[in-house]
């Protein structure tokens, strides 16, 4: 049985955008942080392009993910987000663990 899923995030931030994004995501977390389901959240920042960016998310399951991108469209936070994209983000979901720790 999965304990567990990994939810990846690639998102890239309109240049022009990226200094005020900035200001929000620590909001952002703090609100995620609170979500139920939420066993951990981490956000790195691309090496060569610092405007791209991936959000690591540790679920307890994949609907507690979906609870949450749906809880954000409700409230218009995606919808925010999504002007300052540049394209769509793009989502992957990682079910197993195979590092052995």
């Known amino acids: 049985m999965i ?8 998102v890239e ?6 200094s005020g994004y900035l200001k929000h995501l620590s909001d952002l977390l703090k609100d995620a942080r609170t979500f139920p389901g939420l066993q951990d959240i981490r956000v790195v920042e691309h090496k060569q392009q610092p405007n ?22 409700i409230h218009d936070h995606a919808k925010a987000f ?18 052995g720790t």
């Open 13 to 18: 931030i309109r240049p022009d955008a990226w």
């Open 52 to 73: 791209k960016i991936l959000f690591i998310e540790k679920w307890n399951t994949e609907a507690d993910y979906d609870a949450y991108v749906s809880h954000c469209a």
């Open 82 to 99: 999504r002007t300052l994209c540049v394209g769509e983000p793009f989502k992957d979901v990682w079910a197993v663990d195979i590092s």
């Open 3 to 10: 304990s567990s899923v990994t939810v990846t995030v690639m």
